[in-house]
């Protein structure tokens, strides 16, 4: 392989992916796995292409794009940039993708300058990005602004420190043995409800969200962006209502997804006060990925995380008798969460740093 020249061209968004010219979109789903099994020897971290594709077709919520850096007609490596569709979206988050094979070419900073002409084409004054790291000691490791958790330096790191980025935040990864004994999943249920008492009670679906809970799922699901322990990396308020909760939907289950939400109601008032989400590929055997957990702020205290975590892994593990382990992602100052993880038998299996540039 020539490394006299780097090329980056955007990458080409197929209609379908039995087109002819879906090769370049496929090979960024295969890449992407590739990626993440040699960060981490996690591939399943990635979502399979058919479940991407749904997503860079609608461009209401999240605008998409890619490029795509060749040493003559070689792939030697891509970057995804995402653009929030709110009108007072600032930021553009970034993925990169370099695999083992390539590294030492210049390829990541190649990739990475490219970047900012895009976010400065788009109007942003901010790119965001996330690294994957093995939960190993070595001699270069990375503290993140917020002092909590520290993960190794890598190439990718060390090349976002090059660009300016600075990292911000360490989130945990986390996965539980869906096939272990349940019993502590349905005493910790019994024990929370029991301590929450009658103001609350569970609601569930799997995804299409029911006509009379969208509202309120929406209400919810908006305050993730800014309830959520997030250092400080800049995230802006998502909008919400029931029109973008449908359009989710039919995101996350255009490729035979099966998605499933528990959620607390609060009696009183009938709001949804905490939620958490589970979902699987149309591979029912792969693994189980744990989309969104969040307690309202102003309902914190109650152990309501504990009950719509257990309820939904139990009732996952009847609907999914197949899928082995689910996977999560949580900040490292997030200590409630991760004591709840921990109690129901979750295990740390790699760690994500959270990185911020401005322009």
Same mark, same amino acid.
């Given at each position: 392989m020539s490394t006299t020249a780097i090329t980056i061209a955007p990458l080409h968004l197929p209609t379908s992916l039995s087109d002819e010219d879906a090769g370049e979109f496929r090979a960024y789903g295969d890449l992407n796995r590739l990626v993440c099994d040699e960060a981490v020897g996690l591939p399943d971290l990635a979502p399979d292409v058919e479940q991407m594709l749904p997503a860079w077709h609608d461009s209401t919520d999240t605008l998409s794009t890619g490029l795509v850096a060749r040493i003559g007609d070689d792939i030697v490596g891509m970057i995804t940039i995402d653009y929030a569709q709110e009108a007072d979206a600032h930021a553009a988050e970034i993925d990169v993708l370099v695999p083992d094979a390539c590294a030492g070419l210049g390829v990541e900073d190649a990739l990475l300058d490219a970047a900012v002409t895009e976010a400065r084409d788009h109007g942003r004054t901010l790119l965001q990005t996330w690294?994957?790291?093995?939960?190993?000691? =070595?001699?270069?490791?990375? *503290?993140?602004?917020?002092?909590?958790?520290?993960v190794p330096a890598t190439a990718l790191s060390d090349a976002l420190e090059r660009h300016g980025y600075v990292c911000e935040q360490v989130e945990?990864?986390?996965?539980?043995? +869906?096939?272990?004994?349940?019993?502590? +999943?349905?005493?910790?249920?019994?024990?929370? %409800?029991?301590?929450?008492?009658?103001?609350?009670?569970?609601?569930?679906?799997?995804?299409?969200?029911?006509? %009379?809970?969208?509202?309120?799922?929406?209400?919810? /699901?908006?305050? /993730?962006? =800014?309830?959520?322990?997030?250092?400080?990396?800049?995230? *802006?308020?998502?909008?919400?209502?029931?029109?973008?909760?449908?359009?989710? @939907?039919?995101?996350?289950?255009?490729?035979? !997804?099966?998605?499933?939400?528990?959620?607390?109601?609060?009696?009183?008032?009938?709001?949804? *006060?905490?939620?958490?989400? /589970?979902?699987?590929?149309? @591979?029912?055997?792969?693994?189980?990925? !744990?989309?969104?957990? /969040?307690?309202?702020?102003?309902?914190?205290?109650?152990?309501?995380?504990?009950?719509?975590?257990?309820?939904?892994?139990? $009732?996952? $593990?009847?609907?999914?008798?197949?899928?082995?382990? *689910?996977? =999560?992602?949580?900040?490292?100052?997030?200590?409630?969460?991760?004591s709840i993880n921990e109690a129901i038998g979750f295990v740390p299996v790699s760690y994500a740093g959270a990185w911020q540039k401005r322009l």
């Open positions: 690294s994957l790291h093995r939960p190993l000691e =070595t001699d270069r490791m990375i *503290v993140p602004r917020t002092g909590w958790g520290r945990r990864n986390s996965e539980l043995d +869906l096939h272990a004994d349940p019993a502590p +999943l349905v005493a910790a249920l019994a024990d929370a %409800e029991a301590f929450a008492g009658r103001d609350y009670r569970t609601v569930h679906w799997m995804a299409p969200t029911p006509p %009379e809970h969208r509202d309120g799922y929406a209400a919810i /699901l908006a305050r /993730l962006s =800014t309830d959520a322990p997030s250092g400080d990396m800049e995230f *802006v308020a998502e909008e919400w209502d029931a029109a973008r909760v449908v359009r989710r @939907d039919a995101r996350n289950t255009a490729a035979g !997804q099966a998605f499933s939400v528990v959620a607390v109601e609060h009696v009183p008032t009938g709001e949804l *006060v905490a939620y958490n989400e /589970l979902l699987i590929g149309a @591979d029912r055997t792969g693994v189980t990925h !744990q989309f969104g957990t /969040l307690v309202a702020s102003h309902h914190r205290g109650h152990r309501l995380g504990m009950i719509v975590k257990c309820a939904n892994l139990l $009732r996952w $593990r009847e609907l999914m008798p197949s899928s082995a382990v *689910v996977s =999560t992602f949580n900040a490292e100052e997030n200590r409630p969460m991760l």
